[in-house]
Every structure is written in structure tokens, then in C-alpha cells.
């Protein structure tokens, strides 16, 4: 038997035909096989437009990025005036508002960002699991029963389509508290009327066609999905890899870096290095856990037989 579930389509209630009722070959009466022919097709229809296996993998795909993304609140205006746009200035804003006040909207804003990602991962799983049920709905054979049960069907569909639609508003980050959870002043007329947002950045990632090794160094290059030019501050760490003697477990290293590729000297040939790369965490970082991992080995040193033997370290 089929689970009975909630459903928030309306039913067919179309008006009974007047003509003499006639049984078609298989005994089952027309206006029985019309319906049942059409709400098959409804749910084939809606399952293609809404729930294909296209359209599920993008939001698959989606959720994943917003694992990697990095999260900031930002403090904006609510309205502004044409022509003010210039008017606050980053640091007024920055002595307006009370660091205790801002420090505990971002502990908020961990949270919100944590329950997005499970409410995305939840909704997402529940689309998938409708999908499957609907299929074999739609390749039920028996006409009655498949009548029978066409209120539960439709009002699962519905419930279907609630869930796509929620999953769609959580997608891009809400907004946060209004000012007075801010300022230290609430009172004073001269505070300006905020609003907070949650802000993501793409993540990073090593471009490991263009990262290349060599003998004792390195050139790594990174980019942000989605964007030719980025100007934030990265921190680049390195380590050698299982470190034999005292002197290898000095081979690692942590630096800032504000451009798209570095070159690191001084490694060991034939050597394997650890290299992650991440955001510089900066007042209005609120979530970042992602950071990307690539592994390269320098080449090993040469060596040339002509009366003397080089080795290039």
C-alpha cells in the first residue's frame, strides 16, 4: 500500500461526461483510462520540470559549493538616499557599532549558516526520495487503484513543490538583525538605520594544471570559482610530507599572500609537500571550514657523468 501523505494540489474535479458509458478493450472504462492516462502524464510532467535527475544534480552540485564558500556579515545602509551613497563611510560604521554586540551577531551567524547547510542537505534528500517514489507511482499498471489513490498522489506532489520552493529561498544567505542589536547608542538620532546580511565568497582552489614542481621549489597558482580577478589576502601553509631527520621537520612554512600565485624555493628534491590554501580570517568572517589541499613532489636531483657528477638540490 501506498504511504498516505499530506498533498497540497487540488484533485481533478472535472464533470462527469453525459454520454453512454463504453468499456474500451481491456474492460476498463474510457473515461476511467482518460484520467488515469492524464494524471500520469501530470506527474511525468511535473517530475520533468521540477525534479529531474538535471535539475537535482544542480542543486547537489550547489550544496557542495556552499559547503566550501566562506561567509562575512556585512553592515549596509537600510536606505539611502540618491546621492549619499558615500556618506558612511566603512569606519563610521565600524565606531557606531558596539564589538561585544557584533561578536555575539556572529556567533548568530554561525548558526544560521550551520542550519542552512542542514536544512539544504534535508531538503535535498527528501526531493531525491520523492523523485523515486513518484517514478514508481507514475509505472503503477492497475487503473483503479492508481484512481483510487489520486488525492494522496496529488497532495504528495504538492508537498513535493513546497519543498523544492523552500530549498530555493534558503539558497542565497538571509539577512540578520536590525540595528539596535548593534549599537551601543540605540537612542541617539544620529545612527543611521542598518541592515545586516550574510555575504558568501566562493571558495578557493589550487589550479593544479598551472601549480608546477621542480627541483627544489615550487610555483602554485589558485583561483576563486567563478571570478577573473580576486584581490584578497590568503594564507598559504606548507610541510614536507613524513620528514625523516631533524633537519627536514624545519621544511614548513605559513605566509600571506595577496595574489594569485607564489613560488616557493629552498625544498628538498624528490621530496613530497603539503600545500593548503584559505582565506586570511578578517572582523567579519562569520564561517569559513573549507580549505583546499594539493600535494606535489619535487622532481629528483640530476645527475651527469662527464669526469664529474652534479647534483642539483
Known sequence: MMKRRVMALQSDRSTPRKEPVRINECGIFD?????????????????????????????????????????????????LAPGDQNVLQPNVLCQLIDPCKFLRMKKIGITQVKIQLLLLKEYLSELKYGWEEMKVIANISDVTMFLLHWNTICARLGQLFNTLMNLISILVPGKLYEKHHLMSDAKSNKIPQLRL?????????????????????????????GEEEHHDLYELHYKLQEPSYCAEKNQFGVISVESSSIEIGNLLPDSSYEFTIRRVENNALVNSAWRDVMILKTKAPIHYVNNKTYHFT
Open 31 to 79: 473515461d476511467a483510462w482518460r484520467k488515469y492516462v492524464d494524471r500520469k502524464n501530470l506527474i511525468l510532467q511535473f517530475l520533468g520540470n521540477n525534479l529531474s535527475t538535471d535539475i537535482l544534480k544542480h542543486y547537489e552540485t550547489r550544496l557542495e559549493l556552499l559547503k566550501k564558500c566562506s561567509y562575512y556579515i556585512d553592515v549596509l545602509p537600510k536606505h
Open 197 to 225: 546580511v550574510l555575504r558568501t565568497k566562493m571558495p578557493v582552489l589550487f589550479d593544479r594544471k598551472e601549480s608546477m614542481a621542480y627541483h627544489d621549489s615550487v610555483e602554485l597558482r589558485w583561483l576563486v570559482l
